[in-house]
């Protein structure tokens, strides 16, 4: 069976400024603390200017265990990152980036992943959804949690 290719967006408002939210989504090796439910531990291997290359556990979002992912991107300070991840399930090209609005900050994230292992290829539409709905709820909600209400002692100072 052939790979399979779907992408993934969304777009979220946070009341925080664009510096904030850059703060947390680059510290890598904290993505743990702030987002247990995504990461279960990141290492940066290397960081040269804005070029980084990090190995992570991430925890799959369809309750399957962990799996390794390398990520190799660019920091584009303040607007965020883009990325190429792969892992043994999938290769993603994935892009966090930021733009001022008025009611704060707005993410927009996509990610196009190309499953390669045939098993999943056969359920890429629940993947797809399921993926983009485990996202907004462990990373967007949360990040609106730390933010909007200044009440988790993980935010950075």
């Not at 925080?16 to 947390?24: F, L």
């Not at 990461?39 to 290397?46: F, L, W």
């Not at 920091?75 to 883009?82: C, D, E, S, T």
């Not at 190309?114 to 056969?122: G, L, S, V």
Request: with cysteine; charged share 25%.
């Amino acid at each position: 069976m052939k790979s399979k290719s779907v992408h993934l967006e969304s777009h979220c408002a946070i009341k925080a400024s664009r510096e904030e939210i850059y703060k947390i989504m680059t510290d890598f090796e904290k993505l743990p603390e702030y987002f247990p439910s995504v990461a279960k531990s990141v290492k940066i291997i290397s960081r040269i200017g804005n070029d980084f290359v990090v190995e992570a556990k991430t925890k799959a979002f369809l309750g399957s265990g962990e799996f390794a992912v390398r990520m190799e991107g660019r920091l584009q300070p303040p607007k965020g990152f883009v990325s190429t991840n792969t892992s043994a399930i999938c290769i993603e090209h994935e892009s966090f980036l930021m733009e001022e609005v008025p009611e704060g900050t707005m993410i927009n994230y996509t990610n196009d992943v190309e499953i390669k292992n045939p098993f999943f290829c056969a359920f890429s539409f629940l993947i797809t959804f399921a993926a983009l709905r485990y996202w907004q709820r462990a990373v967007f909600n949360k990040l609106k949690l730390m933010l909007e209400n200044k009440t988790d002692p993980a935010i950075p100072a």
